[in-house]
């Protein structure tokens, strides 16, 4: 089954103390990227990656880090996790090239920093 | 730069009744048109999407959009709704060969027995 998987689901931290969320996809894409959800503000774009090695800042890159050794999987790091990241998560994929293809999306990850 | 505006936060409707959630955009190239479903504690999913050809374009379950240019929209519509699609709906533009997908804020559909 063609699908997005992130870990973890739901994640309670302290600031400060460094996080990871993992992303996987089995679909073979070449473009992933993160997003946070926040109400009223809807899906804003933190990173995005093009291809294996090749990643660049969305609009709300602060606080965050990526990385992209293999294809199939693109991490979240949170150095140092502050209450403002307290957000609801998503990773996404889709083919590149045009037209603009669908993205795929992963059931998410609800963070919680206190 | 692009830009997406849902004009309704959240839209209560009753069962079986139609229902329009309203999508405007703005962009100075040619643009790509999607509209998403968030279901309860679920990433979201593909609705439907414009990316040229027919104005018209629908779904599976019923939905339809219209991309119109010259008002810069491409709202949502159902003839009539379920319960079932009691969902948040977010309405996403994109241009050609880019990689970039901007999200509206979301209207939250409340289908109402």
């Known amino acids: 089954e063609a699908q997005v998987t992130q870990n973890p689901r739901y994640l309670i931290t302290v600031t400060g103390k460094k996080l990871t969320v993992t992303c996987s996809q089995n679909?073979?894409?070449?473009?992933m990227s993160w997003y946070r959800q926040d109400p009223g503000l809807g899906l804003r774009q933190i990173y995005y990656?093009?291809?294996?090695?090749?990643?660049d800042k969305g609009d709300v890159p602060e606080g965050y880090k990526v990385s992209r050794k293999e294809k199939r999987n693109f991490p979240l790091i949170l150095e140092s996790p502050s209450p403002n990241q307290t957000s609801l998560y998503f990773c996404?994929?889709?083919?590149?090239?045009?037209?603009?293809?669908?993205?795929?999306f992963g059931q998410g990850t609800r963070l919680t920093v206190v | 730069a692009q830009s997406v505006t849902q004009l309704d936060s959240q839209v209560p409707v009753f069962e079986e009744a139609p229902v329009e959630l309203r999508c405007n955009y703005s962009?100075?190239?040619?643009?790509?048109l999607f509209w998403y479903v968030q279901y309860p504690n679920q990433g979201l999913q593909l609705l439907l999407k414009?990316?040229?050809?027919?104005?018209l374009v629908e779904s599976i379950n019923g939905f339809e959009a219209e991309f119109n240019k010259s008002q810069t929209s491409f709202h949502l519509r159902k003839p009539s709704v379920h319960i079932s699609d009691t969902a948040e709906y977010f309405c996403?533009?994109?241009?050609?060969?880019?990689?970039?997908?901007?999200f509206g804020a979301g209207t939250r559909l409340f289908v109402k027995a």
């Open positions: 996404a994929s889709s083919l590149s090239g045009t037209p603009s293809p669908e993205a795929f």
């Open positions: 679909m073979n894409h070449e473009y």
């Open positions: 990656s093009m291809n294996v090695e090749v990643t």
């Open positions: 962009s100075s190239v040619s643009v790509y």
């Open positions: 414009y990316l040229s050809g027919s104005t």
């Open positions: 996403a533009v994109s241009v050609s060969g880019g990689f970039k997908t901007i």
